[in-house]
């Protein structure tokens, strides 16, 4: 909790994007999960023993990981590609300008005064291309840097679940890991 019992920003930030829902929670988010740890655990592991049932875990904390880190990736993008699709976008500033602009216009035409060419332009322009893409940056910029924690969170996350895995790979007993190779001494991990 914030100041004066208010929920933090952050917690509003994540439940608005829908990133505070747990992962385990959501059927489709842990069946994909337990899939990616599978084929983590099958990639390290051509044939499965039962010593490698304790690396399954520490597979699903890199699955985990990996699959927030998309499930920001992919909401920051949705953020920005929908205003960018919008060809009506404007700015909230832009529109209050837009909204100013009119009114003035509207009390010229009134008092039977022409609207000059350049003030009609400024009413009708909405940026393109580079340029719309540069001012949607710019007012989205506090929500991306959120989703900029969010992402360097899990990146984080699943380095440190990656660590883990593969410092459980190597220590695996000295027999089964030198088992079956010609030359034990340079035996790979896992």
């Not at 920005?80 to 529109?95: E, I, M, N, Q």
């Not at 009708?124 to 710019?138: D, E, F, S, T």
């Amino acid at each position: 909790m914030g100041p004066a019992g208010r929920p933090r920003p952050r917690a509003r930030n994540a439940r608005r994007h829908g990133l505070s829902v747990p992962m385990l929670s959501d059927p489709a988010l842990s069946a994909e999960i337990e899939a990616m740890a599978h084929r983590i655990v099958a990639d390290v592991h051509a044939s499965p023993r039962g010593d490698l049932l304790d690396t399954l875990g520490l597979a699903r904390r890199i699955a985990q990981a990996q699959i927030d880190l998309m499930r920001v990736r992919r909401a920051r993008h949705d953020l920005v590609s929908s205003r960018f699709a919008d060809p009506g976008y404007r700015t909230s500033k832009g529109l209050m300008t837009a909204i100013a602009m009119r009114s003035e216009a509207g009390a010229m035409l009134a008092r039977g005064e022409p609207i000059p060419p350049a003030m009609a332009l400024d009413i009708l322009h909405r940026p393109q291309g580079a340029a719309k893409y540069a001012v949607i940056l710019a007012e989205l910029g506090a929500k991306l840097a959120a989703m900029d924690r969010y992402e360097r969170r899990a990146l984080s996350r699943r380095k440190f679940a990656i660590r883990a895995f593969d410092a459980a790979c190597t220590a695996a007993p000295a027999a089964l890991r030198d088992f079956g190779r010609t030359n034990p001494s340079q035996a790979k991990p896992c």
